[in-house]
Each structure stands twice: as C-alpha cells, then as structure tokens.
C-alpha cells in the first residue's frame, strides 16, 4: 500500500452548464445524483460499485486545473460497450468514437469514446485487466 495514496475518492471535470451536465450524467448516463447544488453549479454523482465520486462544477475565474471540454483519460467500463453507446445515442448523448476492437499483448477488448455536452470525453471498455 502506498504511504501516500490510500484511495481514489472523485475525478473532477469542470463543465460551463450545470443543468446540461446533469441531464447528461443522470438521464444519458444514468447515474445516481447525490448532490445538485444550483446555486453553487456542483453536481456530485456516484460511481456504480465503487465509492469513489464523479464531481463536477463551474469552473470560477483563476480557479486553475483542466478547462471545460478537455478532460480525456477517464475509463468507464461495461460488459457490452456496442450496446451501452447505443443506448446513450437514443437517450442523446454523443458517441465521439465508436466501439473498436483493440488488440493488445494482454488481451482483445472494446473500447469507445463518449462525450458529455462540453466535450470532455470519457472512455467505455469492456477490458477486465
């Protein structure tokens, strides 16, 4: 175990729509909304079977970190990722890539690419190593 590092407790994405980005996360996505805070533009969703928390929030003047439209490398995984991306077009997210077979030394797995209405873009796998 890491001295420093004990766990992952949320991944931030900044956003310039709150309401837009709750549609996305809990309609499109569906995930479980555990604070929506209007005033504040914060949003905190729950990751299914784990605890770690997606966050996200206006990002304010000076703030500092990734701005909006530019978060990338975040995986989001689910056995069937063909059928998740067709499922997330009919509820109107965006597929950025659709799912493709990757080949690699560990194995073959799916992987796609999905946005949310700012264009931060997250991963879909199946990949289970």
């Known amino acids: 175990m890491s ?6 407790h ?9 309401e837009k980005a709750r549609r996305f996360y809990r309609d499109v996505l569906g995930l ?12 905190v969703f729950a990751l299914p079977e784990t605890s770690t928390l997606l966050t996200m929030h206006v990002q304010g003047a000076g ?3 990734r701005e909006p439209g530019t978060v990338s490398g975040v995986v ?3 056995a069937d990722p063909v059928a998740a991306c ?7 997210g965006t597929v950025s890539a659709e799912p493709k077979v990757v080949e690699t030394s560990i194995g073959t797995f799916l992987r ?3 946005a949310d209405p700012d264009g931060n873009e997250f991963l879909l796998t199946n990949r289970t190593d």
């Open 10 to 18: 949320a991944v931030t994405v900044h956003i310039t729509d709150a």
């Open 86 to 92: 067709r499922e997330i077009v009919r509820r109107g």
């Open 76 to 78: 989001f995984w689910h």
């Open 63 to 65: 703030e500092g970190g």
């Open 32 to 43: 479980r909304e555990l604070l929506y805070d209007d005033r504040a533009r914060r949003l």
């Open 3 to 8: 001295d420093i590092i004990s766990r992952l």
């Open 112 to 114: 796609a690419v999905i």
